[in-house]
C-alpha cells in the first residue's frame, strides 16, 4: 500500500531530514567548523517545532491505521538516503520511530552537549517554557504564567517515569503523545526536566565511579611503589638479594602497567576510539589527517594518532585484558629467554595473511593504518605506552616484526643518540629496570605466557 500521509508526501518529508539532521549536530555542542556553537531562545524553538512536524506527521498515520505501510516504505528511502557516505553516521540509524519521537530526540541533543554554556542552556530553558506559556495562553487562560508557575509548582517528579511508557507495541508513541498524557500545556516543560534529572543521576553515577577508580588506581600504586621502600630496613639475604630485587622491580612495573589501564585518561580515550572507529574508516581517516600533517618536532599528533589506534584494537578486549593483568604472578625468567621465545614467534607464518580469521573488520583496516603510519617512523612506538603496545600489537604482524627490529637495534645497530637507556651495550642480560627491559616483559606476557589476551 506504501504511504499513505493525505497532506503531506513522502517525498516532502523525506527531503526535511537532512536538514533536521543538521539541527541536531548543531545541537551537539559543535557547528562544522568545530567551533561551540552558540544558541538563542528563537533558535531552540524551531528545532522543537520542526520536530513537532515531524511527530503530527507520523501521529495522523497511526491515527488512520496506516502506520505500519508507510513507516515501511519511507524507512527503506531513508535508508538509501542515509548510506551516503556524507551523511552523519552517528545519526545514519534515523527512521520513522526516531522521528515519531523527534522532540525528545532534540532535547537531548542540546542537554547532552559537553561544551554547553550557561547561556545555551538558559536559551533551552527559555524555548521550552515560552513554548509551553504560548499553549496555555492558546486555551483561553488569562494570565497564562500564573497557570505555568502553578503547574510547576505542582509537579509530581515521581511520575515523570511513568510519561515515557505507553503505545502499542510495534507502533511508537510520539514524544508529544507523552508530554500531554498528564497534563495538557505542561508536556514540554515536563520532558525537559525528566530529561534533567536523567543527566543529573547520570552525572551522579560517572562521579561515583570515577571516585571508585581513582581509590583502585591510589591502592595499586601504595601497593606496588610504598612496598618497596619499606623492604630498606629488612635484613639482607645473599642468597636471594637478587631474586628479592627482581621481583620488587616487577612489582614496580606492574603498577606502572595499571597505573596507565586505570587512568581517567586512559579510559577517556578508550571511550573516544569506540566511537570514532564506529564510523566508517574513510570518515575516521579525515578525522586524523589534521593531527598527522602538523608540523610538530615532537610528533605529538602522530603519537596521539597511534595511541588512539591501539586503544581500538584493544577495546574489545579490555575487561578481560585488565582482569589478566591485575591477577598476573611473578615468574623469574631470564629476559635473555624472554626475548628469544618472542624471536621465535616470528617462525611461524605472518599474522598479515591470516588476519581476518582472528581480527573483525574494523580491527584489520585499523590494524593496517597503524601499520602504514609507523612503516616510516618506527621510532614512534617508543613514544606508546609499553603495556598498550604489546597488547594490542597482534603476533607475528608486520607491525611485530618491525616493533621487535626496533628492539634489536638496542643491542648492535643504534647510535648514542638513539639509545633507549644507559645499561651496557654488551648483552641483552645487562638489561634490568629500564625501558628496553620493560618492553620485553609486556610482550613476553600477552604473546607468550597469555596469548589469548592479545587476540581471540
Not at 166 to 172: E, M, S
Not at 197 to 225: C, D, H, P, Q, Y
Not at 304 to 329: A, K, N, Y
Request: one cysteine or more; a negative charge.
Amino acid at each position: 500500500m506504501g504511504w499513505a500521509h493525505e497532506a503531506v508526501a513522502m517525498e516532502e518529508v523525506l527531503g526535511l531530514v537532512p536538514g533536521f539532521v543538521d539541527i541536531l549536530v548543531l545541537a551537539g555542542g559543535r557547528t562544522s567548523s568545530g567551533a561551540p556553537a552558540s544558541w538563542r531562545s528563537g533558535d531552540v524553538q524551531k528545532a522543537l517545532r520542526w520536530a513537532l512536524f515531524f511527530e503530527e506527521v507520523f501521529r495522523n498515520l497511526r491515527e488512520s491505521g496506516r502506520y505500519e505501510d508507510s513507516a515501511r516504505e519511507f524507512d527503506a528511502a531513508l535508508a538509501e538516503l542515509t548510506s551516503n557516505r556524507n551523511f552523519p553516521q552517528g545519526l545514519a540509524s534515523v527512521r520513522s520511530d526516531t522521528l515519531s519521537a523527534a522532540w525528545e530526540l532534540v532535547i537531548k541533543h542540546f542537554l547532552k552537549a559537553k561544551t554547553t554554556s550557561v547561556e545555551n542552556l538558559c536559551a533551552v530553558l527559555e524555548a521550552v517554557v515560552e513554548m509551553d506559556i504560548e499553549g496555555i495562553g492558546g486555551s483561553g487562560e488569562r494570565n497564562a504564567c500564573q497557570e505555568y508557575v502553578k503547574s510547576i509548582l505542582n509537579m509530581d517528579l515521581s511520575s515523570l517515569a511513568r510519561a515515557k511508557s505507553g503505545g502499542d507495541a510495534g507502533v511508537p508513541t510520539t514524544s508529544s503523545d507523552k508530554l500531554y498524557s498528564e497534563s495538557l500545556f505542561m508536556g514540554h516543560s515536563r520532558v525537559l526536566v525528566n530529561e534533567l534529572l536523567e543527566r543529573l543521576e547520570s552525572a551522579s553515577s560517572i562521579s561515583l565511579a570515577e571516585r571508585g577508580l581513582g581509590t583502585l588506581l591510589g591502592s595499586v600504586k601504595r601497593n606496588n611503589f610504598d612496598d618497596a621502600g619499606s623492604t630498606s630496613s629488612a635484613p639482607a639475604i645473599p642468597k636471594k638479594s637478587q631474586l628479592v630485587d627482581e621481583f620488587l622491580m616487577w612489582k614496580k612495573w606492574r603498577g606502572r602497567c595499571l597505573s596507565y589501564l586505570l587512568d581517567e585518561r586512559t579510559i577517556r580515550i578508550l571511550s573516544g576510539s569506540n566511537f570514532i572507529f564506529s564510523a566508517p574508516k574513510e570518515q575516521w581517516i579525515k578525522v586524523f589527517e589534521p593531527l598527522i600533517a602538523s608540523v610538530d618536532s615532537s610528533q605529538s599528533g602522530l603519537v596521539e594518532v597511534m595511541e588512539i589506534c591501539l586503544l581500538g584494537l584493544v577495546s574489545r578486549r579490555w575487561d578481560p585484558l585488565i582482569q589478566s593483568f591485575v591477577s598476573h604472578t611473578y615468574s623469574s625468567v631470564p629476559i635473555s629467554k624472554q626475548y628469544s621465545d618472542l624471536h621465535q614467534l616470528l617462525q611461524g607464518p605472518y599474522q598479515d595473511e591470516c588476519s581476518d580469521k582472528i581480527l573483525s573488520l574494523k580491527e584489520n583496516d585499523i590494524l593496517e593504518y597503524a601499520r602504514q603510519s609507523l612503516e616510516s617512523k618506527p621510532h614512534i612506538l617508543w613514544l606508546l605506552p609499553p603495556v598498550l603496545t604489546a597488547a594490542a600489537i597482534p603476533p607475528r604482524s608486520t607491525l611485530f616484526e618491525i616493533y621487535l627490529a626496533e628492539i634489536d637495534k638496542q643491542f648492535d645497530e643504534a647510535a648514542s643518540t638513539n639509545r633507549r637507556c644507559n645499561c651496557r651495550r654488551d648483552g641483552i642480560e645487562q638489561h634490568h629496570n629500564c625501558d628496553i627491559a620493560k618492553r620485553i616483559q609486556c610482550l613476553y606476557i600477552f604473546h607468550v605466557q597469555q596469548p589469548h589476551l592479545t587476540v581471540h
